[in-house]
């Protein structure tokens, strides 16, 4: 499967310049990476805020539907990765991973991690009438110790998926169905169910080597790249409410189990809004499967197609905004939850693409940068 979506996954290979007439994008990414980039915005919308209240209180409960409503944004982003870089028949090869894809991984990734830190140092200048020395000592430490703004956590990530890449790449095509399944299966159990288990009993009282195995969110991304290549092929031969259902499943265990458990420590419980949690794992295979049995033969969707194009520089910028209406008394804490989360997060939404609109015309930053 060929596609010329944003540098989110690093296929674009040029935003179509380099498109034939054999190939065409993949809508089922388009429009999973359309959802995964609201989701990405009502998360930080909702958590600027939104949890301030009482567990359990109108606005607190407003404040994490919306955060549980699209929480598996960015498996679903690991997903369509794995969608696009993993079929036989895309060229990669461990050269090409370490002369392009990292490499422009990096920049994006050094520049606005440079960019946030720098709107810091701004905002300490004007607070205080003087820039100290101290403090872009440690805005240099920040950015070279990868002690980044939280967001660009998914940047990090991607550095590990794209150095596995060609060994991911050799598994898939040389494994059959069945051992496929059996991977996904104890990436599951290891990667999923383990690491939120274990803090309960029994798993919590398991000492030694064996309270090693559980797989960490860093490496839990690798599995979900397979397991988009996977649903890729086998989704569209369901019909699509199946994975209507499994995104509702999904949806209503970590918004339950969230809720249920915040409520009785009195403080937001987070254990089951992980990417890894099983709740989550749920709804981003129901949320790529649908669009996967839904939309495979589909050959375009332009407005997809270009939320899609806009959505790493989108990721990358909209704390930007978020931030900046935060500290205009505009924030889920100030706003009635219910509907601010959205109003804010469309508001971001419109911030970043602005900002694509505007920097995808200028070469090297299309390149390397968005």
Same mark, same amino acid.
């Given at each position: 499967m060929y596609t010329v979506v944003g540098k989110l996954d690093l296929s674009n290979e040029g935003d179509g310049r380099m498109q034939t007439?054999?190939?065409r994008r993949s809508v089922p990414v388009d429009a999973a990476k359309t959802a995964a980039i609201f989701g990405t915005l009502l998360i930080h919308a909702s958590a600027a805020g939104g949890f301030a209240g009482a567990p359990g209180s109108f606005g607190w409960t407003s404040a994490l539907f919306w955060n549980c409503l699209l929480r598996s944004a960015v498996p679903v982003f690991f997903l369509c990765s794995g969608a696009l870089l993993l079929p036989p028949e895309k060229e990669v090869t461990v050269r090409r991973v370490w002369t392009k894809y990292i490499p422009r991984i990096l920049a994006a990734l050094l520049f606005w991690a440079a960019a946030y830190e720098g709107v810091e140092l701004l905002r300490g200048w004007r607070a205080a009438g003087v820039l100290e020395?101290? !403090?872009l000592r440690q805005a240099a430490l920040n950015l070279v110790l990868f002690h980044h703004k939280n967001h660009l956590y998914y940047l990090h @990530? @991607? +550095? +590990?998926?794209?150095?596995?890449?060609?060994?991911?790449?050799r598994l898939v095509a040389a494994a059959d169905r069945r051992l496929l399944n059996y991977a996904l299966g104890i990436w599951f159990v290891l990667g999923c169910l383990a690491p939120t288990l274990k803090f309960f009993p029994p798993l919590s009282l398991v000492g030694g080597i064996p309270a090693q195995y559980p797989i960490n969110l860093t490496w839990c991304a690798v599995g979900y790249g397979v397991l988009g290549d996977v649903l890729t092929q086998e989704a569209p031969r369901h019909r699509p409410r199946t994975f209507v259902w499994l995104y509702l499943a999904g949806t209503a265990l970590t918004f339950g189990l969230t809720l249920a458990a915040s409520v009785k420590t009195g403080a937001l419980?987070?254990?089951f809004l992980q990417g890894s949690a099983p709740g989550v794992c749920l709804q981003a295979a129901g949320l790529y499967g649908f669009c996967a049995a839904r939309w495979q033969n589909r050959d375009r969707w332009p407005m997809a197609e270009t939320?899609?194009? !806009?959505?790493?520089?989108?990721?990358?910028?909209?704390?930007?905004?978020?931030?900046f209406l935060a500290g205009r008394? +505009?924030? !889920?804490g100030t706003l009635p939850p219910v509907w601010g989360v959205p109003v804010l997060a469309a508001a971001a939404f419109g911030g970043g693409f602005l900002v694509w609109l505007v920097l995808r015309r200028v070469p090297v930053v299309k390149t390397y940068l968005i």
């Open positions: 007439l054999t190939q020395r101290t !403090a @990530i @991607i +550095l +590990l998926v794209y150095a596995v890449l060609p060994l991911t790449r419980y987070q254990v939320v899609s194009k !806009a959505s790493f520089c989108i990721y990358l910028t909209h704390l930007f905004f978020l931030d008394g +505009l924030s !889920a």
